[in-house]
Structures are given as structure tokens and as C-alpha cells.
């Protein structure tokens, strides 16, 4: 009789976990879905946060390359424009401006502006909802003096 006992109570304890509708599984299920929805929208919402961050330093490191050749081609702005022009392209980023602002007497050789566009990658929210696509489309700017 007690290993009868002791048996039933190991049985029950095995299947406790689970009731007889069901309800822990679907409970479970549902937690499971949750999260997971949860992570899409975040990559889906983070995703022009992330693109420019990326886009803010290829700025840095484009006007750090358009001012050496602006210095060494003494300042032929299109020959500076074709050098960094190649591998933005590449990555999917568009120069939007590329300019040199005359002399001042704060700077005598002038600055160096130039504007970068990207868009952030989406999976669905850029084809579903076409008023957000202004929110996915990134544009950073910066400018740095001549020497």
C-alpha cells in the first residue's frame, strides 16, 4: 500500500507542471510570443539609432579624409569629392553636401561641410507604414576647419 502511495504522489508531481486544459502550456506559449514580438519591434524601431551611430563615424573619419586630400590637392574640392566619394557609396551612404565655405578670419583657409544620408535597414515597417519612411531615412552632418 505505502508503494502505491509513494508512486501516485511521483506521478502527480511529474504532471504538475501541467493541468488538464492546458492553460500552463498556453500561458507559456504566450510569454514565449511576447518576448518575442517585443525584440522584433525593438530591432525593427532601433534600427535608424544604430545606422547613425555607424553614419556619425563614417563622418568623422570622411571629413577627416576629405580635409588631408582638400591639403594635399590644395583645395581642389571635386578631387576631394572623388576621393571619399568610392566607398560611401559602397556601404549605401549618399553625400548630400560637399562644400568649402570662403575664408573668415576665424579660419583663413575656410571650413569643410559635409552632409551624410543613409537609410536604416527594415524588415517590415518602411513597407507597411510609408509615413514612418522619413524616420528610417538618417542624416548627419559635420564640419571641420581647413589648415
Not at 551612404?93 to 543613409?118: A, Q
Not at 536604416?120 to 589648415?147: D, N, Q
Amino acid at each position: 500500500m505505502r508503494r502505491q502511495q509513494t508512486q501516485s504522489k511521483a506521478t502527480r508531481s511529474r504532471r504538475s507542471w501541467r493541468d488538464d486544459s492546458g492553460q500552463t502550456i498556453g500561458f507559456l506559449v504566450k510569454i514565449v510570443l511576447g518576448v518575442a514580438l517585443l525584440g522584433f519591434l525593438a530591432v525593427e524601431l532601433g534600427a535608424p539609432i544604430v545606422t547613425k551611430m555607424t553614419l556619425d563615424n563614417d563622418l568623422q573619419n570622411v571629413l577627416l579624409d576629405a580635409r588631408a586630400a582638400l591639403t594635399a590637392s590644395e583645395n581642389n574640392v571635386d578631387l576631394a569629392y572623388e576621393r571619399i566619394s568610392p566607398e560611401l557609396a559602397d556601404n549605401g551612404v549618399v553625400v548630400t553636401e560637399f562644400s568649402v565655405t570662403p575664408s573668415s578670419p576665424e579660419n583663413p583657409r575656410g571650413v569643410l561641410r559635409i552632409t551624410l544620408e543613409k537609410e536604416a535597414r527594415s524588415l517590415v515597417v518602411t513597407r507597411v507604414i510609408k509615413s514612418m519612411k522619413s524616420y528610417y531615412t538618417v542624416e548627419v552632418s559635420g564640419e571641420t576647419p581647413l589648415r
